[in-house]
């Protein structure tokens, strides 16, 4: 994702409009992600309150050399102008999440057997449209958690995990960058961690915010992760967690898109989203393509 990205500062969570960088360097940037190395990443995945999965933090990684590999270079543009229409809405068929506020005894057995239930459902529904998407089912299962939790939490947004795979495509090839393989437990097995924002042509400078704890770079900031944040818009949008982690990626990307009470279903909503991500309308047109061919293919996905 390209939450306040190489080229444009951080957007205000009211602004819906704010033509900001979501949190990665913009296109030509955003996309010349970077693996670095890291120790062994311990993460156990947990579901947190409201069907949110979340993990424990890693540690720094190691910056790595750059690299001038564009992971969507070969995905097309969409051939459609910018605020005309949105790309075929899509949602989760037949998953749930579990939202209930119950506290006696007898009824957080009954939620958390509920919270199973969910979580197999969300599997099964990755497991299908994986097959007719080509997405991983890891990485689905981060997209579909997203917008089931933005559902709940934001119903006016409407936001499809369609959307968050178009971005999470470009960003990372769903966290499959330079031959990584997403895991079970939603991390890459290398980190994914983008160029240097240090000023040189057509690249923001954006000095180190985050003592290299993300990026490992402790002079300046990187994108990281599957959906390419970088350190400082994370701070405001990852929940604590770590931005190398799917569920916790896709899910402060919904959130970032979101913001502002924006509508992520309406031809306005959805391009203004996409352009706060990343203020580039062929980088738009792009997701919007991916999305829209996501959500179609996934039409003949039945859950009874």
Not at 13 to 33: Q, S, Y
Not at 166 to 190: F, T
Request: hydrophobic share 40%.
């Amino acid at each position: 994702m390209e939450p306040e990205s190489g080229s444009a500062a951080e957007p205000a969570a009211e602004t819906p409009a704010a033509p900001a960088d979501g949190g990665r360097p913009a296109r030509g940037r955003a996309g010349l992600a970077v693996l670095g190395r890291v120790g062994i990443v311990l993460a156990v995945l947990t579901v947190a309150g409201g069907g949110i999965w979340a993990t424990s933090r890693a540690g720094s990684p190691q910056a790595s050399p750059t690299t001038t590999e564009i992971p969507a270079l070969q995905v097309k543009a969409a051939d459609v102008a910018p605020g005309s229409t949105a790309p075929v809405d899509a949602t989760v068929n037949g998953a749930q999440i579990v939202t209930g506020q119950q506290s006696q005894p007898q009824q957080q057995q009954q939620q958390q057997q509920g919270k199973r239930q969910g979580k197999d459902l969300l599997s099964l529904w990755a497991d299908k449209v994986s097959d007719v998407t080509g997405i991983p089912v890891r990485a689905l299962i981060g997209y579909g958690n997203a917008e089931l939790v933005l559902r709940a939490s934001q119903p006016s947004c409407r936001i499809s995990w369609a959307t968050l795979a178009g971005i999470g495509r470009i960003e990372s090839n769903h966290g499959q960058y330079g031959g990584a393989v997403l895991q079970a437990n939603g991390y890459p097995s290398k980190p994914i961690i983008g160029v240097p924002l240090d000023g040189t042509p057509g690249v923001r400078a954006i000095g180190d915010t985050d003592h290299g704890r993300f990026d490992g770079d402790p002079y300046y900031d990187r994108a990281v992760g599957p959906m390419q944040f970088i350190p400082s818009t994370w701070a405001r949008w990852g929940g604590g967690y770590d931005p190398q982690q799917i569920d916790a990626a896709a899910l402060a990307a919904a959130k970032y898109l979101c913001a502002g009470g924006r509508d992520m279903a309406s031809p306005q909503g959805w391009w203004q989203g996409i352009l706060s991500y990343n203020n580039s309308v062929d980088y738009a047109q792009k997701v919007f393509g991916l999305a829209d061919s996501y959500a179609k293919a996934a039409q003949v996905v039945r859950m009874s």
